[in-house]
Structure formats: structure tokens, C-alpha cells
């Protein structure tokens, strides 16, 4: 210990003198040997390091990382092991991770900086940090290895504790929810702010629900205030979207405003409205009307394909039904494109359709993007689609892949980056950890 003890005052009078020549030679800081300073400094933290004293390595590793030479990146790795080792005390993990952030700032950061950011924030249970990492080093230098981990990590996900009996169709960033016979809304997350008193009741969107209670039905605002009542009789409803809502009353299903001012038109089954457009059952037939409530495609139909929520149309494009063949629309005309069965599409994403007894999926152009390989699917949600391999469902990625593992009774899509899935518990939600 004497010795290293010499080493130090050595080291210390070494610098004193250094400046010193600096200040009173003016010497030029291209004569200075740089990498001789650094490497001192670095060899005298070593000495410490090998002899478990990491305390006082530390200022001599720091000093030595002030210096830019070749040898930086050797000693910034033996700094960040050291603070790691003092994590537990003062400032020593801020600096650690100060250190990782002006690494993965330079030009020549190396891939293994943000593979050591990433795993070091996981441990730490930081998922979402932990990708923002990784997707900061693929902007920075389209790494496959970075890619890779990105992609089988991005859907990690926790289970939410709320559970339901039944749940509805998301709409509008909430989602109709039942405990014991009566239904709520929740978020998209499945917490609840609308509790569970209503023997029917709409998901909340454009700023109101549609709810039943002792044979009334009426309008709610988001704080579970009544805004209208329907006084005239009606016996079931559907979800409010556009200015519009299909009300079932003694004549047939009408369209109504959300203070039931005005009943349009009288039809014997009546959808939600989704981007001004809307499905109507009348005369045996089904066909799609307009925000005026005109006719779009006259009711030829002997079924429209509608999601949970009543909504037939996302991405300009829906499915009808003729005989047992289910036809591709795109934008009102048909494509040529029959299959067995189908889903509708979302907003965003492939949509779900069956041939032969499997299940792939389309783009809104009707290509097959995914084999038909799946013995159920839903369309895509968000990046993500339900599908179900024997009896259990899980989730592909646009990829094609599975990216969460047939494990639930059932699956619905991707709100927000959440989903229902149904467990031997009941309905709960999966978010989506990024």
C-alpha cells in the first residue's frame, strides 16, 4: 500500500509540474503527450480496481475520460463498470447513465452502447425507456441486430387487474364493460369511469354514451350525467357515431340525433356510422347509406360484414355478402375479390379474411400480405391482430409473426395499446408495455 501510496504523490506532482511547464514555457497543447497523461491516470485507477477499492478510481478514471484519444473507449468502459459498482451510493448510478447518454451520441457509438443501455434499463423494469434506446441506435445506424431486438421486445405487455364478465367493441378510446348483469364503460385500458349500473350502455364517443336503466333510455356525459331522455317508446339502440345513433322503436330501426330530436327513415336493421357511411337492412337486403341518409350502394346484399360494434368500413373498403360468397369494396366498387368469410377493416392494418377453412389477411387493395394459416383472426388493430391455433388465441404482427402467444380463450384488437382478452378468471386487458 506504501507503494501505491508513492504512486499517487508521484502522479499528483507530475500534474503540478505539468501545468506549471504549461503556464510559465507556453508550451503548445500539441506538445503535450496526451495519451502518456491518460494512460497514468488509467493505469493508477486499474491498481485501485484490482485491489476492490473503487472509491478512488474513480477520479482518476474521470479525469482520464476528459481526454479524447484512441484509448477513450477503454476507459469510459472501466468507468462505467466502476460506477455500477457504487450504484448503491451518492450520485454513482446518474452517472453511469449520464456517461451511456453522451456515448450514444457519438458518431463512432458502437451497437453493443445501446444493446448495454437497453438491457441495463429492462433490469430496471423501464421497458418503454428501453426501446426508445434501441429505436434511437436503428435511426442512428440501421443495425439488423438492433432491429431484431427491437422487434421481439416491442410487444411485451402486462396484464391489467381489472376483470369483467362480458365486454363490448372499442369505440372511440373507451369500451362497454359488464359486472353481474349490468354494464359500465372503461378506458381503453379496461380501468373503469362509467361503473356498471346500466342494463345496456354504449361505448362513449363524441363526448356522450347511450345507456338504458329501468326501461329509459337516454344520453350520458363523460361524469355519468344525463343529457337527454328519449320520450317516445323505444326498446334498443345502437352505438352513437356522426351525429347519429340507430334507435329501435315500434316502427323499425330509425336513425336519431343524441337528444333524440328527429327519427330518419324506418329500416329492419340498422349499423353504426363509420366515416359518414352506414349499413341498413330493408326489404331482405342490405345496403349502405350516407350521412344525409341517402343510398349509397342500393341494398343488394344478402349481409354486410360488421365488427362487435355495428362499423362495416375502415380504409375505404368493406366486405358484402352475396349467396355464400363474401365480395370485396374498395371505395364503393366492387374488386373482383370473393371470399369464404371476412372481417371488417380497422383503421389502420390488414383485415382478416377466410378461404378454404384457414384464416390470412388483405391490404386494402385486396393482396394477401399473410398465408391463410390461422383457424380464426380478427383484423388488425393498431400493429397487431388476434389469431387463434387450436384452441387458444394470441397475436401476429404485420410481419406475419407471433408476437404474443396463443394463450387466451379469446382475443379482441388493439385500442390504444390495449386489448380484452378473455382468461379462466374472465375478461381482462393486456397493454402493451412500450
Same mark, same amino acid.
Not at 210 to 219: H, L, S, T, V, Y
Not at 400 to 427: N, Q, R, Y
Given at each position: 500500500m506504501k507503494t501505491t501510496a508513492r504512486a499517487l504523490t508521484a502522479a499528483g506532482l507530475t500534474a503540478i509540474l505539468l501545468f506549471s511547464w504549461i503556464a510559465i514555457f507556453r508550451i503548445r497543447p500539441e506538445e503535450i503527450d496526451i495519451e502518456g497523461i491518460q494512460g497514468e491516470l488509467f493505469a493508477q485507477a486499474m491498481e485501485f480496481i484490482h485491489d476492490g477499492i473503487y472509491i478512488r478510481a474513480v477520479p482518476y478514471l474521470e479525469e482520464a475520460a476528459s481526454y479524447e484519444t484512441g484509448q477513450i473507449w477503454a476507459v469510459e468502459e472501466e468507468l462505467k463498470k466502476t460506477y455500477l459498482e457504487l450504484s448503491g451510493q451518492r450520485d454513482y448510478l446518474r452517472r453511469y447513465l449520464n456517461l451511456l447518454d453522451a456515448q450514444i451520441m457519438r458518431e463512432d457509438v458502437e451497437i453493443g452502447v445501446f444493446i448495454e443501455y437497453f438491457d441495463f434499463l429492462i433490469l430496471q423494469d423501464r421497458y418503454s425507456d428501453a426501446l426508445d434506446t434501441i429505436k434511437k441506435g436503428i435511426a442512428k445506424t440501421n443495425d439488423g441486430e438492433l432491429i431484431e431486438i427491437y422487434e421481439n421486445n416491442r410487444y411485451r405487455y402486462k396484464q391489467e387487474r381489472f376483470t369483467y364478465d362480458n365486454v363490448g367493441e372499442h369505440l372511440g378510446g373507451t369500451i362497454s364493460v359488464?359486472?353481474?348483469?349490468?354494464?359500465?364503460?372503461?378506458?381503453?385500458?379496461?380501468?373503469?369511469?362509467?361503473?356498471?349500473?346500466?342494463?345496456?350502455?354504449?361505448?362513449?364517443?363524441?363526448?356522450?354514451?347511450?345507456?338504458?336503466?329501468?326501461?329509459?333510455?337516454?344520453?350520458?356525459?363523460?361524469?355519468?350525467?344525463?343529457?337527454?331522455?328519449?320520450?317516445?317508446?323505444?326498446?334498443?339502440?345502437?352505438?352513437?357515431?356522426?351525429?347519429?345513433?340507430p334507435l329501435m322503436t315500434d316502427r323499425g330501426w330509425q336513425y336519431t340525433r343524441w337528444d333524440f330530436s328527429?327519427?330518419?327513415?324506418?329500416?329492419?336493421?340498422?349499423?353504426?356510422?363509420?366515416?359518414?357511411? @352506414? !349499413? &341498413? #337492412?330493408? *326489404?331482405?337486403? +342490405? /345496403?349502405?347509406?350516407?350521412?344525409?341518409? =341517402?343510398?349509397?350502394?342500393? $341494398?343488394? %346484399?344478402?349481409?354486410?360484414?360488421?365488427?362487435?360494434?355495428?362499423?362495416?368500413?375502415?380504409?375505404?373498403?368493406?366486405?358484402?355478402?352475396?349467396?355464400?360468397?363474401?365480395?370485396?369494396?374498395?371505395?364503393?366498387?366492387?374488386?373482383?375479390?370473393?371470399?369464404?368469410?371476412?372481417?371488417?377493416?380497422?383503421?389502420?392494418?390488414?383485415?382478416?379474411?377466410?378461404?378454404?377453412?384457414?384464416?390470412?389477411?388483405?391490404?386494402?387493395?385486396?393482396?394477401?400480405?399473410?398465408?391463410?394459416?390461422?383457424?380464426?383472426?380478427?383484423?388488425?388493430?393498431?400493429?397487431? @391482430? !388476434? &389469431? #387463434?391455433? *387450436?384452441?387458444? +388465441? /394470441?397475436?401476429?404482427?404485420?410481419?406475419? =409473426?407471433?408476437?404474443?402467444? $396463443?394463450? %387466451?380463450?379469446?382475443?379482441?384488437?388493439?385500442?390504444?395499446?390495449?386489448?380484452?382478452?378473455?382468461?379462466?378468471?374472465?375478461?381482462?386487458?393486456?397493454?402493451?408495455?412500450?
Open positions: 359488464m359486472r353481474n348483469g349490468l354494464w359500465g364503460i372503461a378506458r381503453a385500458n379496461g380501468s373503469l369511469f362509467i361503473p356498471c349500473i346500466y342494463d345496456k350502455v354504449t361505448s362513449f364517443n363524441e363526448n356522450l354514451a347511450i345507456a338504458k336503466k329501468d326501461g329509459e333510455i337516454f344520453a350520458i356525459d363523460e361524469y355519468n350525467n344525463r343529457i337527454s331522455l328519449l320520450k317516445t317508446a323505444g326498446t334498443d339502440f345502437g352505438n352513437y357515431a356522426s351525429g347519429m345513433m328527429k327519427h330518419i327513415n324506418v329500416y329492419e336493421e340498422a349499423g353504426t356510422f363509420t366515416g359518414n357511411v @352506414a !349499413p &341498413v #337492412k330493408l *326489404g331482405g337486403k +342490405w /345496403g349502405v347509406i350516407d350521412a344525409s341518409i =341517402e343510398w349509397l350502394l342500393e $341494398p343488394v %346484399f344478402d349481409d354486410i360484414i360488421m365488427d362487435g360494434a355495428g362499423r362495416i368500413i375502415g380504409q375505404g373498403a368493406f366486405f358484402g355478402k352475396i349467396g355464400s360468397g363474401v365480395h370485396l369494396y374498395i371505395l364503393g366498387q366492387a374488386s373482383g375479390l370473393v371470399f369464404d368469410d371476412a372481417r371488417p377493416f380497422k383503421e389502420e392494418g390488414y383485415a382478416a379474411v377466410k378461404q378454404s377453412g384457414k384464416w390470412g389477411f388483405i391490404n386494402e387493395q385486396g393482396e394477401l400480405m399473410i398465408d391463410y394459416i390461422f383457424d380464426d383472426a380478427l383484423s388488425f388493430g393498431q400493429h397487431l @391482430a !388476434p &389469431v #387463434k391455433e *387450436g384452441d387458444l +388465441w /394470441g397475436y401476429v404482427s404485420l410481419r406475419g =409473426e407471433i408476437v404474443i402467444m $396463443p394463450e %387466451f380463450l379469446e382475443a379482441k384488437p388493439f385500442s390504444m395499446g390495449s386489448a380484452p382478452v378473455l382468461t379462466e378468471h374472465g375478461w381482462t386487458f393486456i397493454t402493451l408495455l412500450e
